[in-house]
C-alpha cells in the first residue's frame, strides 16, 4: 500500500493563477481531510470530506475549494492563487469517523509570488 | 470554541537528558488527544490517543500522559533521533459526532545534541 500520496510536491504560483492539488489514499478509507501549515499555527482544516460525493468547510476554507468525486481521490483547488496561501498543504484520511488514527500525506509545499 | 496551547515552542535537549512536553486544551467533550511526530519536510506521523484523564500510554522512550486540562509527553533519555516537531491535537464531540476533525497546537520542535 502507497497510504496517501500527493500531488504535486512543490509548486510556484504567480498570484491569480489557479491550480489543482491531488491527494490519493489507497485504504479504502471514508474520511479525507485538507490542512495547511504555517510557521507557528499549527495545522488548520480547510475542508473536508465524510464520503463520495459530499464536502464541508473546516477552519479556513475562504479561496480554496475541493472535490471528492471517487472515493479514493481529494481535490483542492485554488482559483485566483493569492500570496497569503503560501503554505504547505497536508491531506489526510481515516477509515470510518471515530477516533481512528489520521494517516498524512507528505506534504505539497506551494509558493504564491 | 476548542483550543489547544502548546508548550515550550523549542525545546533543545542534551542525549540522555529527560524532559516533558506540554499541551494544554480547551474542548467541548473530549472525544481523544492525539500526539503526532512530524520530521522535517514530512507529514505528520501518528504516535498515540489518549480517551480519559489518568490515561497513559508508552512507546520507546516516550510516554503519554492525560488529564482534564492538559497532556504532557515525557521522553526518558532521549537520543539525536527524537529530534523533530511533537504535534498535539485534540477531537471533540464526546457522545456525538466529529467527522475526525482535529484541532491542532502549534507543536514544539525539539532538538537532542549528542
Known amino acids: 500500500n502507497a497510504g496517501v500520496t500527493q500531488t504535486p510536491k512543490f509548486r510556484v504560483l504567480k498570484t491569480g493563477q489557479s491550480m489543482t492539488l491531488l491527494c490519493a489514499q489507497d485504504m479504502n478509507h471514508e474520511y479525507m481531510y485538507w490542512y495547511r501549515q504555517d510557521p507557528g499555527m499549527g495545522l488548520r482544516l480547510i475542508h473536508y470530506s465524510v464520503g463520495e460525493g459530499t464536502t464541508a468547510k473546516g477552519e479556513v476554507p475562504d479561496g480554496y475549494n475541493v472535490s471528492r468525486l471517487k472515493k479514493q481521490n481529494f481535490l483542492l483547488g485554488l482559483e485566483s492563487a493569492a500570496p497569503s496561501q503560501t503554505s504547505v498543504y497536508f491531506c489526510?484520511?481515516?477509515?470510518?469517523?471515530?477516533?481512528?488514527?489520521?494517516?498524512f500525506g507528505p506534504g505539497t509545499r506551494l509558493t504564491v509570488l | 470554541e476548542d483550543q489547544v496551547t502548546q508548550s515550550p515552542e523549542a525545546l533543545r535537549l542534551q542525549e540522555g537528558e529527560s524532559s516533558s512536553l506540554n499541551c494544554s486544551y480547551t474542548v467541548s467533550g473530549l472525544r481523544g488527544l492525539f500526539w503526532y511526530r512530524q520530521d522535517p519536510g514530512k507529514g505528520p506521523e501518528f504516535l498515540f490517543t489518549l480517551y480519559s484523564a489518568g490515561e497513559e500510554k508508552e512507546k520507546e522512550r516516550l510516554k503519554a500522559t492525560l488529564t482534564k486540562k492538559e497532556s504532557f509527553l515525557h521522553i526518558t533519555a532521549p537520543k539525536p533521533e527524537d529530534s523533530a516537531t511533537y504535534l498535539c491535537?485534540?477531537?471533540?464531540?464526546?457522545?456525538?459526532?466529529?467527522?475526525?476533525?482535529?484541532?491542532f497546537g502549534q507543536g514544539t520542535i525539539l532538538t537532542v545534541h549528542p
Open positions: 491535537a485534540v477531537q471533540a464531540g464526546a457522545g456525538g459526532t466529529s467527522y475526525g476533525k482535529l484541532t
Open positions: 489526510a484520511s481515516i477509515k470510518r469517523e471515530s477516533t481512528d488514527t489520521q494517516y
